[in-house]
């Protein structure tokens, strides 16, 4: 029954490495986004898809992307992870509709060696 | 843009006593108001919402929240605690538009002693 879900819940890579997140939705959701949390800290989304339009937060780093191939899959690319770029990372997703929410998956551990 | 602040970082309090999170936001246009719980090492579960209409907003798990658009705060409340409720709660807004993202404070760990 899980709606959204990310693979894998636990990431390793080494500094520099590329490394690309996955999230998957079944409730046909208009809107994807990406959030990155460090370690006791609130959330901070990185970007969103509406549809396939791509929205990026102004203050996002360039070594971050992302794909959205189809309504159901969005992709996190890392390109050159630094150990600053340890962090939680979460997808949500909402309908898109006037009065919806934003449903989160469970996350993405990253750690960077 | 929205900014969020929870005044307290971490709240201690006994099995079965009340509890209130505070809340307060700033925001140049009309926002809508959530509470998530975060579990460990999970992502975030969405607790309550105020979108419009009666102040008083009830959500899962016992817990209700109070929006004040005077006093621009949205605190959460809880009249008796368990043990099981010990995580983490974050209080967030996000403005109409579509984007609808959210702001988020930053957060409070609730702890509940027996």
């Known amino acids: 029954d899980a709606m959204v879900i990310q693979n894998p819940r636990y990431q390793v890579t080494q500094f520099g490495k590329p490394v690309t997140l996955s999230c998957s939705q079944t409730l046909n959701h208009n809107v994807m986004y990406w959030y990155q949390q460090k370690s006791s800290q609130a959330p901070k989304l990185l970007f969103h898809y509406y549809d396939k339009d791509f929205n990026n937060e102004a203050d996002t780093p360039d070594n971050f992307q992302s794909r959205r191939p189809n309504t159901s899959f969005c992709f996190l690319d890392i390109r050159s992870p630094g150990l600053g770029d340890a962090a939680m990372y979460l997808c949500?997703?909402?309908?898109?509709?006037?009065?919806?929410?934003?449903?989160f998956g469970p996350g993405t551990r990253l750690t960077v060696l | 843009a929205q900014s969020v602040t929870q005044l307290d970082s971490q709240v201690p309090v006994f099995e079965e006593a009340p509890v209130e999170l505070r809340c307060n936001y700033s925001s140049s246009v009309s926002v809508y108001l959530f509470w998530y719980v975060q579990y460990p090492n999970q992502g975030l579960q969405l607790l309550l919402k105020?979108?419009?209409?009666?102040?008083l907003v009830k959500g899962i798990n016992g817990f209700e929240a109070e929006f004040n658009k005077s006093q621009t705060s949205f605190q959460l409340r809880k009249p008796s605690v368990l043990i099981s409720d010990t995580d983490e709660y974050f209080c967030a807004v996000s403005d109409l538009g579509s984007a609808r993202q959210l702001t988020f404070g930053s957060g409070t760990q609730l702890t509940v002693l027996p």
């Open positions: 105020y979108l419009s209409g009666s102040t």
């Open positions: 949500a997703t909402r309908s898109g509709g006037a009065a919806d929410t934003q449903y």
